[in-house]
Each structure stands twice: as C-alpha cells, then as structure tokens.
C-alpha cells in the first residue's frame, strides 16, 4: 500500500490506532473505498478512546484490549501487500476500492461488514487468550462497544446515504440497507467467539470454522459492492 514505517508499525494501544488511522486518512485519496470506511471507524474509535479516559468503561484493561485486538485485523488487511493476500472477507473492497461505479455508501457498508462478520470474534478470542480470560469476562465491554458499533452504522447513514429526493424505492441502495443489519451481525459474532473459544482444543475444527465466517463475510461483500447505475 507503500505506507511509511511509521503508518504500519502494529498498533497496542487505542491512541496508537487512533494515530494510524489518522494517517491512513491524510494518505488515501477521499473517495478510496479505504478511505471511506477508515472514516467512519476512526471517529467511533476516536470515541472509545474518550470514554476510556472518561473511565466509562467497568473494566478499562478488557475494553482497550479489545479495540486494539479488533482494529488490529482490519488495519493488517490494508497492510496486504496484494489483495489476494488478506481476509477473504476483506477481498472485495480491497479489489473494488476504486470501483467508479461503487458508492461510497457501499464501500463503507461492505467495510463494516468485513470488521463485524469475521474480525470481531477473532479479536474477542485473541483478547481472551491475551488476558488469561473467559468470553464472558469481556462481555459487558463487548456490548458497550456494540453500542458505539450502532452508532458507527448511524453515522453511515447519516453521512454517505443519498438525500430522501434521491433514494427512491426502487433504488438498490433501498434493498441493501434493509437487507443487512449491524445489530444482529454483532449478535452473531459474539456467538461466533463463543464457538471458537469452545473450540479452542480442537484447532483443526476452530480453524475450519473460522474459515468458514471469513468466506462467508466475503461473499455478503462482494454482493455489498455490486457496482450501481449513478
């Protein structure tokens, strides 16, 4: 992506992944399918950094480890030398992040559909085993978290989504919205982390499994980013 050493240096504190997405917005082009999304994520991540120094989490140590886990995957997914060689459910918006028939919309849908659908369970297990922990110790922050992921999609909507004289009903933009919703992909990935926290002795069958979320996030992107008649 011919970042510098310092954009890809591997983040372990909020701060730092506040700092590297900064970075990543001053460098990508705005209407780069990246960037958009980047957006949207650094300002709900700029927002978990605030309420941890607010102390507004019960357990500040979980939280940050979690967000820094999370954002750790999408941000070695923009590292990717070549697209090929990232998450399969991050593919489709790597490959089509120029896509002059995507719209921004689409791109920054089809970004947190990668993030919830596949990174959010790995990164709840790779907190788990990072704290000596159980899922259920990480639960009151995951779903605090949540919170702010819903507001992620408000915010969206509220910036990327076409005025009410523009989004017409037979416009495929009117289906994808009502088709995917983040609040049940984050119920979903919670029940995921559960799954391979209970599979963690078995990593074959873990692995398979998680293979099996990142195919199938892939595929729901793809579908995301079907380019659009202006």
């Keep these: ?15 730092a992944v506040v700092t590297r997405m900064r970075g990543l917005a001053a460098a990508l082009p705005e209407r780069d399918g990246i960037a958009v999304f ?20 019960a357990d500040p140590r979980g939280a940050s480890a979690l967000d820094v886990r999370f954002a750790e995957r999408y ?20 490959q089509l992040r120029r896509h002059p028939g ?6 920054a849908l089809a970004g947190v559909n990668a993030h919830i659908g596949h990174d959010l369970a790995l990164a709840v297990v790779d907190t788990c085993h990072a704290l000596e922990c159980e899922p259920a110790a ?13 507001a992620l999609e408000e915010r969206v909507r509220e910036d990327l989504m076409p005025g009410p004289d523009l989004l017409q009903i037979a416009d495929p933009l009117t289906h994808l919205l009502g088709a995917w919703s983040l ?11 559960r799954a391979l926290w209970a599979l963690r002795g078995l990593p074959g069958l873990a692995g398979e499994f998680a293979q099996r979320l990142d195919a199938a996030a892939g595929f729901a992107g793809r579908m995301m980013l079907t380019p659009l008649p202006g």
């Design 1 to 15: 992506m011919g970042q510098s050493a310092q954009l890809t240096r591997r983040p372990d504190t909020v701060d």
């Design 38 to 57: 980047n957006r949207v994520y650094l300002t709900v991540t700029e927002e978990v950094d605030r309420r941890l120094t607010a102390g507004r989490f």
């Design 75 to 94: 941000l070695a997914a923009v590292d990717a030398p070549e697209a090929r060689h990232a998450p399969a459910c991050w593919r489709p918006l790597l």
């Design 102 to 107: 995507v719209r921004p919309l689409q791109f």
């Design 138 to 150: 990480l639960e009151g922050d995951f779903d605090r978290v949540g919170e702010l992921l819903v």
């Design 183 to 193: 609040e049940a992909a984050r119920d979903a990935a919670w029940s995921a982390a």
